[in-house]
T-cell receptor, first 108, second 116 residues
């Protein structure tokens, strides 16, 4: 399985943008890039996914490098409610395997 | 839609007892996944079904674990006999269509299992 590398933790101030990086240098041509987050005491929650082009939805934006070897999840204005563990996952089939993720702390 | 429904939310059982965890996927979703989460090992995929058929059970830790999906609206994960090291939060997730590369998973709230 293609692997992803994320920082263990990041901090952000409330109402500021947050850029969460993910490296995936061994990505294959058919791998989609998925982002999930897990709030405390909850199950993981789908955030966004993409293949080659940048993607936007109501929760976040996903910026994908031209060579697809890295991507960045962008939260445009962090709120306290965005404090969670964020997982970057590669998948080309019906099989989503989670790594350790990045624990995001949002400071008021 | 009520989302993915898991029961019970919490389960405390004695070592050696049989434990059954239940999951109702979102209507119309035809893929179902069981995960286990611990502090030490994070989120682990145990098994997944597509159209009620088990596709990959390589993550099931040992023969004490078994999972079934008798129909499109119900799945169980059974541990018999249970051991203290099985203590974890067990999540069920479902998705629409094969190739979840195109569709996101929806997770349930999990079952917190404690084996004493």
């Amino acid at each position: 399985d293609a692997k992803t590398t994320q920082p263990n933790s990041m901090e952000s101030n409330e109402e500021e943008p947050v850029h969460l990086p993910c490296n995936h240098s061994t990505i294959s041509g058919t791998d989609y890039i998925h982002w999930y987050r897990q709030l405390p005491s909850q199950g993981p929650e789908y955030v966004i996914h993409g293949l080659t082009s940048n993607v936007n939805n109501r929760m976040a934006s996903l910026a994908i490098a031209e060579d697809r070897k890295s991507s960045t999840l962008i939260l445009h204005r962090a709120t306290l409610r965005d404090a969670a563990v964020y997982y970057c996952i590669l998948s080309n089939n019906n099989d989503m395997r989670f790594g350790a993720g990045t624990r995001l702390t949002v400071k008021p | 839609d009520a989302g993915v429904i898991q029961s019970p939310r919490h389960e405390v059982t004695e070592m050696g007892q049989e434990v059954t965890l239940r999951c109702k996927p979102i209507s119309g979703h035809n893929s179902l996944f069981w995960y286990r989460q611990t502090m030490m090992r994070g989120l682990e995929l145990l098994i997944y079904f597509n159209n009620n058929v088990p596709i990959d059970d390589s993550g099931m830790p040992e023969d004490r674990f078994s999972a079934k999906m008798p129909n499109a609206s119900f799945s169980t994960l059974k541990i018999q006999p249970s051991e203290p090291r099985d203590s974890a939060v067990y999540f069920c997730a479902s998705s629409r269509e094969t190739g979840a590369a195109n569709y996101g998973y929806t997770f349930g709230s999990g079952t917190r299992l404690t084996v004493v």
